[in-house]
C-alpha cells in the first residue's frame, strides 16, 4: 500500500497562514492578535458617544446641584453643591425633536415608586394606552422620576432597559433604575436642570 501525502494542507501551511491573518497558535489555544502595528498609536473609542461637559459653560453656580441632560449625547451629568460628586449616566431621550424641550428647569418633586398618565397628546397617538399605570416593575418611570417644573417632563428609571442609548422616550430622560435611584439619592428639590 502507498502512501499519498496530500500537499494542499501541511503544518507549516497552516502556520504561515495563521499568522498572515493575525491568529497565532500556542499550546493548542488559537488567541488573535491585539496589538497595534508599530508606529500606530492605540485608538480610544467611545462607543456610548459620551459627551462631558463643564457645569460653567451651562451654569451661574451649583447651588443645590446640577443635572445637565445632552440629548445630542444622551447622556446625564450631575454636580453636587460642593463638586465632591460627579456622575455621569447614559440615558434615552425624546424619540422626536418635536417632542423634545430644551432650557433650564429645576427639580420640583421627588417620588419614589411613581405612578404614571399618560399625557392628553399621548393618548392621541396610543389610543389603546391605559388611563393609569401604578407603580410597580411595568411602569413607564421605573423605580424612581423626579418631577421637573415643566408640565408632563420627568428625570425617571425604566425597566426597559433597551430604551437607554436611544431616542425612545415622548419627552422625558429615562435612566436605569439603578441610576436614577442614586441620583435620586443626590438630587435635592430645588437642583437646576438643563436639556440641550
Excluded at 454636580?79 to 434615552?92: A, F
Amino acid at each position: 500500500m502507498k502512501l499519498i501525502k496530500d500537499s494542499s494542507f501541511s503544518r507549516r501551511g497552516a502556520l504561515l497562514g495563521a499568522a498572515a491573518s493575525g491568529v497565532f497558535l500556542g499550546a493548542g489555544v488559537a488567541t488573535a492578535q491585539t496589538t497595534a502595528p508599530l508606529g500606530t498609536p492605540p485608538v480610544r473609542r467611545n462607543i456610548s458617544s459620551f459627551s462631558t461637559s463643564n457645569w460653567r459653560d451651562h451654569f451661574e453656580n451649583l447651588n443645590h446641584g446640577a443635572i445637565l441632560c445632552d440629548i445630542d449625547s444622551r447622556a446625564v451629568q450631575y454636580w453636587s453643591e460642593d463638586e465632591s460628586v460627579y456622575k455621569l449616566y447614559p440615558s434615552s431621550v425624546p424619540e422626536s425633536e418635536e417632542l423634545t424641550k430644551r432650557g433650564y428647569t429645576s427639580v420640583i418633586k421627588k417620588v419614589e415608586g411613581p405612578s404614571w398618565r399618560p399625557t392628553p397628546s399621548m393618548k392621541i397617538r396610543n389610543p389603546d394606552w391605559p388611563d393609569y399605570f401604578p407603580p410597580g416593575p411595568d411602569n413607564p418611570l421605573g423605580t424612581h422620576a423626579l418631577y421637573l417644573s415643566w408640565q408632563y417632563y420627568r428625570v425617571h428609571g425604566t425597566g426597559d432597559t433597551r430604551k437607554i442609548g436611544r431616542q425612545s422616550s415622548n419627552g422625558c430622560i429615562g435612566l436605569y433604575n439603578e441610576h436614577i435611584k442614586e441620583l435620586f439619592a443626590l438630587a435635592e428639590v430645588g437642583t437646576q436642570v438643563k436639556l440641550f
